[in-house]
T-cell receptor, first 114, second 114 residues
Framework: DGGITQSPKYLFRKEGQNVTLSCEQN?????MYWYRQDPGQGLRLIYY???????QKGDIAEGYSVSREKKESFPLTVTSAQKNPTAFYLC?????????????FGPGTRLTVL | GENVEQHPSTLSVQEGDSAVIKCTYS??????FPWYKQELGKRPQLIID?????GEKKDQRIAVTLNKTAKHFSLHITETQPEDSAVYFC?????????????FGRGTQLTVWP
């Protein structure tokens, strides 16, 4: 898990602003994921990517966007269309093509909308 | 897609007692079932996992059992210690799709009282 970094650790945003959360990994993993965590809601999948230049919507993609231009990086943009963006955001990565999908998580970014 | 249910949502035990957390899943094609532990403010970390070709796996005080017929799996922690206090998540993989992802339960807040 030490090979995945997220920045910043805390982020404050005014309503109506877009913000981008960074996720970088040096584990040579093909697959990367973004989750949102709210109290009592578990880990909800926002977007995931199995390979560079390709990504899929998860269960709660509305109001979010991603890009995957490099294998090591999978930034998440929280747009002004996301009505309730205050949450803890976790990035994860895993080996693609592995029979078993063990995921390694980053330390998270806590986003607060003021 | 897969649906993972986790119970209970909260669990309090006395130090030294055992704790059991149960999960059910809906997709009979799933064959990888990890358990993650998340301490307050930290990232989830894999503590144990089980593949569909075995019924039980142990690692010191932690064990996981799998019943594929009934489509449920459980985490057992024996001789609990205060440092076991955390949120525990179960998950199941998505073998019905070529786009590998995990489906997570909503989590169990375990509190171990000294």
């Amino acid at each position: 898990d030490g090979g995945i970094t997220q920045s910043p650790k805390y982020l404050f945003r005014k309503e109506g602003q877009n913000v981008t959360l960074s996720c970088e990994q040096n584990l040579n993993h093909d697959a990367m994921y973004w989750y949102r965590q709210d109290p009592g809601q578990g880990l909800r999948l926002i977007y995931y990517s199995q390979i560079v230049n390709d990504f899929q919507k998860g269960d709660i993609a509305e109001g979010y966007s991603v890009s995957r231009e490099k294998k090591e990086s999978f930034p998440l943009t929280v747009t002004s269309a996301q009505k309730n963006p205050t949450a803890f955001y976790l990035c994860a990565s895993s080996m693609r093509g592995s029979t078993y999908n063990e995921q390694f998580f980053g330390p998270g970014t806590r986003l607060t909308v003021l | 897609g897969e649906n993972v249910e986790q119970h209970p949502s909260t669990l309090s035990v006395q130090e030294g007692d055992s704790a059991v957390i149960k999960c059910t899943y809906s997709d009979s094609a799933s064959n990888y079932f990890p358990w993650y532990k998340q301490e307050l403010g930290k990232r989830p970390q894999l503590i144990i996992d089980i593949r569909s070709n075995v019924g039980e796996k142990k690692d010191q005080r932690i064990a996981v059992t799998l019943n594929k017929t009934a489509k449920h799996f459980s985490l057992h922690i024996t001789e609990t210690q205060p440092e076991d206090s955390a949120v525990y998540f179960c998950a199941a993989d998505d073998r019905g799709s070529t786009l590998g992802r995990l489906y997570f339960g909503r989590g169990t807040q375990l509190t171990v009282w000294p």
